[in-house]
């Protein structure tokens, strides 16, 4: 069985839209291959950026949605999880946000988190932040 693995707002983004064919092609391969989580705020991130920067329509983004909540483990943000991400924030010097994202892994009992915001092979408790887009072309 695969290594659980956290995947950012970001991930999704590429998974969706066709922006960059390449990161499209890799983000898909990560979300299929591995055992996935996501948190209610990833999913909120995605609707916003779907909606804002792509201008996609709301039924498009619904079916986005549920199909990433279908995919991938669903946590939901609770005052632990809020508590926590303060602490990593505070420890970490991470913004709320990043640290919010952090903390849901951390709850998960994860072991990577994808993304391509934070610092690429960074450790995080026992939390490793892998950027899977580092060695992709231009």
Not at 65 to 77: E, F, G, K, Q, R
Request: charged content about 20%.
């Amino acid at each position: 069985m695969s290594a659980k693995a956290f995947l950012d707002t970001n991930i999704l983004v590429y998974a969706h839209t066709d922006v960059d064919i390449i990161k499209q092609s890799l983000a898909q391969n990560l979300i299929r291959e591995s055992r996935s989580f996501i948190s209610t705020q990833v999913l909120q991130e995605l609707a916003s950026t779907l909606f804002r920067k792509f201008h996609q329509p709301w039924k498009n983004i619904e079916m986005v949605l549920m199909n990433a909540a279908d995919n991938s483990v669903l946590d939901t943000n609770t005052n632990t999880t809020i508590k926590s991400a303060c602490q990593v924030a505070q420890d970490y010097k991470i913004s709320f946000y990043d640290s919010l994202i952090l903390s849901s892994a951390l709850e998960c009992e994860c072991s990577i988190l994808y993304t391509e915001d934070l610092t690429d092979g960074q450790i995080i408790k026992n939390l490793k932040i892998i950027n899977p887009f580092v060695d992709s072309p231009k």
